[in-house]
T-cell receptor, first 113, second 114 residues
């Protein structure tokens, strides 16, 4: 019951920007959008998160549309080491009142030399 | 800090055997959780805990038990292993489950049930 939709795969040339889209049309006003990535056989790694403003850190930039129904993760200068599965996640409130991350199938990004 | 550690890294069980997957974190995080990941699928939440003495079920809890007696440790128990439990298991922790927080994942335990 992931609340996000992502393309299953994308390709990007090394050194170019990688733009990974995500749709979250049912997002609530107080729900954050999180991005994680998983490099082969490793545990997921946090990248960035945001609520409604664009965010940037040392790894990536996150662009959230004004209506918050979609977002784009930008890796400005993709390297071969950025090849991974990228997960766009919206926190889901549980019946018990806490929250959890619901991972979908993500986008498999392949950076080509 | 060692972060989130998991043991063992690999395990092979026979159907019906029991075992415990260990997870520990040294970051004083309140929130800990267990996920499983099957080929071609994303991570699915098994159980989670919002603090010592408190646990709750995730999406796929059947066949697994957890307990949280300390802040640092969150073991996952398989009482009677089944081939359907063959998977990669990840433990994660975060300071609080809400708001602007991030989860830190362990390296995973690869379990095969024959």
């Amino acid at each position: 019951d992931a609340k996000t939709t992502q393309p299953p795969s994308m390709d990007c040339a090394e050194g170019r920007a990688a733009n990974l889209p995500c749709n979250h049309s049912t997002i609530s006003g107080n729900e954050y959008v999180y991005w994680y990535r998983q490099i082969h056989s490793q545990g997921p790694q946090y990248i960035i998160h945001g609520l409604k403003n664009n965010e940037t850190n040392e790894m990536a930039s996150l662009i959230i549309t004004e209506d918050r129904k979609s977002s784009t993760l930008i890796l400005p200068h993709a390297t071969l080491r950025d090849t991974a599965v990228y997960y766009c996640i919206v926190r889901v409130a549980t019946q018990g009142g806490s929250e959890k991350l619901v991972f979908g199938k993500g986008t498999k990004l392949t950076v080509n030399p | 800090n060692a972060g989130v550690t998991q043991t063992p890294k690999f395990q092979v069980l026979k159907t019906g055997q029991s075992m415990t997957l260990q997870c520990a974190q040294d970051m004083n995080h309140e929130y800990m959780s267990w996920y499983r990941q099957d080929p071609g699928m994303g991570l699915r939440l098994i159980h989670y805990s919002v603090g010592a003495g408190i646990t709750d079920q995730g999406e796929v809890p059947n066949g697994y038990n957890v307990s949280r007696s300390t802040t640092e440790d969150f073991p996952l128990r398989l009482l009677s292993a089944a081939p359907s439990q063959t998977s990669v298991y990840f433990c994660a922790s975060s300071y609080v489950p809400r708001g602007q927080d991030t989860q830190y994942f362990g390296p995973g335990t690869r379990l095969t049930v024959l």
